[in-house]
């Protein structure tokens, strides 16, 4: 087998958070011994997540909780990039359907839609482990309407403590069986919105910075999009075969990068 090429000096770090920091209420071995070593060295890093159930300070706090240190700024979470891309497209008081939780709920308040089930504009899906055939329903002759579909993220499934989880795709699967010909876009990876979010905030150049996921399809064409080097960490999600999709690097640990 080919050794992997060697990737340039990393100045600075984006990475996943689920599969790769952690997974469950755990840390993932190795995350936190390679964060704390960054953050000694000065290298400056964010997080990007697809996960839908938490505010930026929601999951600052429990990283800071693993030891890694922190602060709300260097999280990129997928609720806040919705709300904006809603708000920009439909402006303050844009009328929305939005199947989720309290952290999707107050990002959308915050940034001024109108959470409704009449005259919507747009069907808006998050994690919702409350998501039932009434919920469908209403959103699906939305759709049927002429409202179009926002995905937070495309992941079928997530890590749990005891093993995998259904997600948002498997939500959107089902609005999309429905309504067809609905129009439908995705905010979080393999989007590059939050990525290019986090390098701003890092303000580290994208040819010195990686991109680190456990997830092909998502978090490694995520980062192609977003022009970073590539970082596959085989501690998540198992992938499925991604055809064309390659990382510059494949590891086991976040401790094999200590050295680069």
């Known amino acids: 087998m080919t050794a992997p090429a060697p990737l340039p000096p990393i100045l600075g770090v984006v990475s996943d958070l689920d599969g790769v920091v952690y ?5 993932v071995p190795g995350a936190v011994e390679a964060f ?11 997080f990007v997540t697809n996960n839908s159930t938490k505010s930026a300070a929601a999951f600052a706090a429990k990283i800071a909780g693993l030891g890694i240190p922190v602060e709300e700024a260097w999280v990129v979470p997928v609720v806040t990039a919705t709300a904006d891309l809603l708000a920009h497209r439909l402006g303050r008081g844009g009328r929305v359907y939005a199947i989720g939780n309290d952290a999707l709920f107050e990002a959308l308040d ?10 919507v504009a747009a069907v808006v899906v998050g994690h919702d482990d409350t998501f039932d055939f009434a919920k469908l329903t209403t959103g699906v002759r939305a759709l049927l309407r002429g409202a179009f579909l926002v995905g937070t993220n495309p992941d079928p499934v997530t890590p749990s403590d005891t093993g995998f989880d259904p997600c948002v795709g498997a939500l959107l699967a089902a609005f999309r ?15 590059p919105h939050m990525l290019l979010d ?4 890092i303000g580290t150049p994208a040819s010195a910075t990686v ?5 092909l399809a998502t978090d490694i064409l ?23 999709i390659v990382a510059d690097r494949t590891i086991a640990s976040l401790t094999e990068l200590l050295d680069a």
């Open 222 to 244: 995520a980062g192609r999009r977003a022009g970073l080097g590539t970082v596959l960490v085989k501690t998540g999600v198992p992938n499925p075969p991604s055809p064309g």
């Open 198 to 201: 986090a390098l701003a905030r």
């Open 211 to 215: 991109m680190i996921g456990d997830q």
């Open 36 to 46: 704390r070593a960054w953050h000694a060295r000065g290298i400056p890093y964010a």
């Open 23 to 27: 997974r469950g209420a755990a840390a």
């Open 110 to 119: 915050a940034a001024g839609l109108e959470r409704t089930t009449t005259d």
């Open 177 to 191: 069986t429905a309504a067809p010909d609905a129009e439908s876009l995705i905010v979080g990876k393999p989007e």
